[in-house]
């Protein structure tokens, strides 16, 4: 009789669920006593079920009843669950505290709860030794069966299906039909210069080095009505899947370090993740074969704080400096160059 484990996987940011996918695909073939459930976003369900379904049970009704529950909450945000039996992992918690500047007092007196929370079982962390590795090793190895599991191993498993990966999207992808795929796309870059935080590329540096490639939008982004009424040509999508089909139809990609990047990873060898606030080692997968550019700013990396909030981030700036950089610029248009000297 099969025996599952069934992980609530909604919870969090896009990119965040999809590295958990692409970690827990890697280690289904080290759990042989278990079968893994990801109940995930119902918007993810088509693209992962495509990706990962071989090896992993998507689901993305209300059926679920997880056995964990991912959650980026305060344990006293948790206590009424906690008490009616429900159990948590938390990933997040030492690399927000980690990732901070300056730690305040407030911040150890957390570390001590969850790791106290962690040895009871109630929210289950990762150790402190993972904190800046691949996310998706960081997400999963919280979990108490999974934590027999070595970093030097899941890197492994990584680099064993991540040709499976590239096979299954070598063929294009069946796109949402409101997706408009221009004509001479297959001549462009297609660059994904959006993000929550402070990733997204400023007009102005789109208009001085990039004037001709085709930005690509959410279809309720207002950020593209701005590129768009300066003569950039735009292109608006809606579901994660027409992010990989706009890759797959382009000479080659490029994505700020937000979520079209993690799919990217995925996906696609033509393109190129340029790093503005997050650690290299904790959002680029082990297994990806593109293009990297390293951030150049003395402030990186940042803490990731929704710019519909926050205006400014911890740095005081209101985009990130990165784009100011001419080092950090050279290395996105050599990092083309090579793309196409490869393709």
């Known amino acids: 009789m099969d025996r599952f484990l069934t992980i609530d996987s909604t919870k969090g940011g896009n990119g965040d669920i999809w590295m958990r996918l692409v970690g827990f695909y890697a280690v289904s073939d080290l759990l042989p006593d278990y079968k893994l459930r990801i109940c995930i976003p119902s918007y993810f369900g088509t693209l992962a079920d495509f990706a990962f379904g ?22 006293r945000h948790l ?4 008490i009616k039996g429900k159990r948590f992992i938390s990933p997040y918690q ?16 957390n570390t001590w709860i969850f790791n106290v929370a962690d040895v009871l079982g109630l929210v289950q962390i990762p150790a402190a030794q993972w904190i800046s590795c691949y996310q998706g090793y960081l ?28 096979e299954k999207f070598s063929t294009p992808v069946h796109a949402s039909s409101s997706l408009n795929i221009p004509h001479d796309l ?20 789109a208009q001085k080095h990039m004037p001709e490639a085709y930005y690509a ?9 701005t590129f768009e009424k300066a003569g950039l040509k735009v292109i ?11 890759a797959q139809g382009a000479r080659w990609a490029i994505s700020t370090d937000s979520f079209p990047s993690h799919l990217l990873q995925t996906a696609s060898k033509k393109c190129t993740i340029l790093l503005t606030e997050a650690l290299r080692a904790r959002i680029v997968s082990p297994a990806f074969k593109g293009k990297v550019v390293d951030a150049d700013a003395i402030c990186h990396p940042c803490l990731h704080l929704a710019r519909d ?6 740095a005081g700036h209101s985009e990130c400096i990165n784009w100011q950089k001419s080092t950090y610029t050279a290395n996105i248009l050599r990092s083309v160059h090579a793309l196409a000297d490869h393709s």
């Not at 030492?94 to 007196?109: M, Q």
């Not at 297609?190 to 993000?195: I, R, S, T, Y």
């Not at 608006?236 to 706009?246: C, G, S, T, V, Y």
Request: aromatic share 12%; charged share 25%.
């Open 94 to 109: 030492r690399s927000v505290i980690h990732d901070k500047k300056k730690k305040a007092l407030k911040d150890y007196i």
């Open 79 to 82: 206590f009424q669950d906690l």
């Open 54 to 75: 071989d090896k992993l049970i998507i689901v993305t009704d209300n059926s679920c009843k997880p056995d964990l529950t991912y959650t980026n909450l305060g344990i």
């Open 186 to 205: 297959h001549e462009h870059i297609v660059f994904f210069p959006n993000g929550t935080s402070r990733q997204f590329v400023p007009l102005w540096w």
């Open 236 to 246: 608006r999508f809606h579901k994660p899947m027409d992010i990989i089909r706009l």
């Open 309 to 314: 909030l926050h205006p400014l981030c911890a």
């Open 217 to 225: 939008f959410f279809a309720n982004d207002a950020y593209a009505d």
């Open 139 to 166: 997400d999963i190895i919280g979990i108490k069966k999974l934590r027999h599991i070595s970093y030097g191993d899941f890197k492994i498993q990584v680099e064993k299906f991540h040709p499976r990966l590239l």
